[in-house]
Each structure stands twice: as structure tokens, then as C-alpha cells.
């Protein structure tokens, strides 16, 4: 499996904004779905954004329903996530993968490989 690249969190103030940025430089076909999980200290790995191969249907978890948006680059093998209205609950490693398929047929953690290294988003005053 080719490993997905994350990056662009940081340390943020409450209601602040975000971008993270998802690459898959090792690979050659872009007719992939995309999403973002994220894990916060002492709990599970837990879906939070989701987009098709074509960047068409979307998908996310009501807790960020509103505030995030997702959207695939115009290489179609990167995606972002733009994270706005930030809560010092969306404080969290926010992960990069995907599902090898087209669309986003679960939520679970069970469905995706090829996870990023992480990224650490931190929402505090």
C-alpha cells in the first residue's frame, strides 16, 4: 500500500480556521475516494470528512457538519480538508486515507488503509 501524506495542522485559537492538505505522491491513478479521520487522547479513530474519486459527493460527521468542507486538488490525488469555527473538541491527530475505492461506501476504520502519519490539531485559548 502507498502511503498518504498529511500535513497542516497546528495550534489554534477557538473559532479559528484551518487547512489540512492530503497527497498520494506514489501513486499513479487518481479514481480513489478520499476521507479524514481524526483521534483524540484516549479515544478511537473516528470519521470526520469523506470525498469521492471525482470530488463530486461528499460526506461528514455531524459534529463538523457546517464548519468543515472537503474537496479534492485539481490533480484529483490530493484533498483538503478547510476546518473552520474550530471548538477545543475538534483537538485531535487528524489522519489522512483512503479506501481504494471510488466512492465512500463506510465510515469505518475497517474499510481504510494506506493511512498518513498523522497531524496534530490543537484548539485552545
Known amino acids: 500500500q502507498v502511503p498518504m501524506v498529511d500535513s497542516g495542522g497546528g495550534l489554534v485559537q477557538p473559532g479559528g480556521s484551518l487547512r489540512l492538505s492530503c497527497a498520494a505522491p506514489g501513486r499513479t491513478s487518481t479514481s480513489y475516494a478520499i476521507a479524514w479521520f481524526r483521534q483524540a487522547p484516549g479515544g478511537e479513530r473516528t470519521f470526520v470528512a469523506g470525498i469521492n474519486w471525482s470530488g463530486e459527493d461528499t460526506y461528514y460527521a455531524d459534529a463538523v457538519k457546517g464548519r468543515f468542507t472537503i474537496s479534492r486538488g485539481s490533480t484529483k490525488n490530493t484533498a483538503f480538508l478547510q476546518m473552520n469555527g474550530l471548538k477545543p473538541e475538534d483537538t485531535a491527530i487528524y489522519y489522512c486515507?483512503?479506501?481504494?475505492?471510488?466512492?465512500?461506501?463506510?465510515?469505518?476504520?475497517?474499510?481504510?488503509?494506506?493511512w498518513g502519519q498523522g497531524t496534530q490539531v490543537t484548539v485552545s485559548s
Open positions: 486515507t483512503t479506501n481504494m475505492r471510488a466512492g465512500i461506501v463506510s465510515e469505518s476504520v475497517a474499510d481504510f488503509g494506506s
